[in-house]
């Protein structure tokens, strides 16, 4: 199956500790996309890459997120000392870069972190 | 910046019955997208239609099909011959090339009664 994959899927941490998520896109995608989804809501937006380029970043995304692409390939966002607000699922998205059907996201199964 | 309103938090049909999602969107620009996302409990996102907005014809995939109203900027979602596999969280979601993201309404949960 090359669809978009997401590691972990699930993560429980203690508040204050650092988190890593990872996503790999489906290869010939060279578009990633990081949504945040809160229970009973629509996914938010929070950054975008073209190739290993972070070229889109929302006011959500504070200082303690970073998230990277660094060959082009996969991506990490890491939380560091997380709160109780950022517990939420973490959605990654890819699509293709270029041509009409470049804003056709197909999403990967998501990481679900629970901070204590 | 672009909005989009999901008005029923939740919806229910009878297999084999039609049911109609509804979705409003705000937006400034002249050439942009919608999708209907679908989420079943516990399971990935996946698309159920686009519509391109420069397209007056509604887009149709199989049991799916939309009502585009481009100037009363509404886009509903028809499910024809509901199936209880269909039961999920419906998403819609507009895109521009200006914000280069996907921003979605809150969602409409379906159920789908045997």
């Known amino acids: 199956d090359t669809g978009v994959s997401q590691d972990p899927r699930h993560k429980i941490t203690k508040r204050g500790q650092n988190v890593t998520f990872r996503c790999d896109p489906i290869?010939?995608?060279?578009?990633l996309y990081w949504y945040r989804q809160t229970l009973g809501q629509g996914p938010e937006f929070l950054t975008y890459f073209q190739n290993e380029a972070q070229l889109e970043k929302s006011r959500l995304l504070s200082d303690r997120f970073s998230a990277e692409r660094p060959k082009g390939s996969f991506s990490t966002l890491e939380i560091q000392r997380t709160e109780q607000g950022d517990s939420a699922m973490y959605l990654c998205?890819?699509?293709?870069?270029?041509?009409?059907?470049?804003?056709?996201?197909?999403f990967g199964p998501g990481t679900r972190l629970t901070v204590l | 910046a672009q909005t989009v309103t999901q008005s029923q938090p939740e919806m229910s049909v009878q297999e084999a019955e039609t049911v109609t999602l509804s979705c409003t969107y705000d937006t400034s620009e002249s050439d942009y997208y919608l999708f209907w996302y679908k989420q079943p409990p516990s399971r990935q996102m996946i698309l159920v239609i686009r519509q391109e907005a420069y397209k007056q014809q509604n887009a149709t995939e199989n049991r799916f099909s939309v009502n585009f109203q481009k100037a009363a900027k509404s886009f509903s979602l028809k499910i024809s011959d509901s199936q209880l596999g269909d039961a999920a969280m419906y998403f819609c979601?507009?895109?521009?090339?200006?914000?280069?993201?996907?921003?979605f309404g809150g969602g409409t949960r379906l159920m789908v009664k045997p």
């Open positions: 979601a507009s895109w521009e090339d200006a914000g280069n993201m996907l921003t």
């Open positions: 998205a890819s699509s293709l870069g270029g041509g009409r059907r470049r804003n056709e996201q197909f």
């Open positions: 290869s010939e995608h060279n578009r």
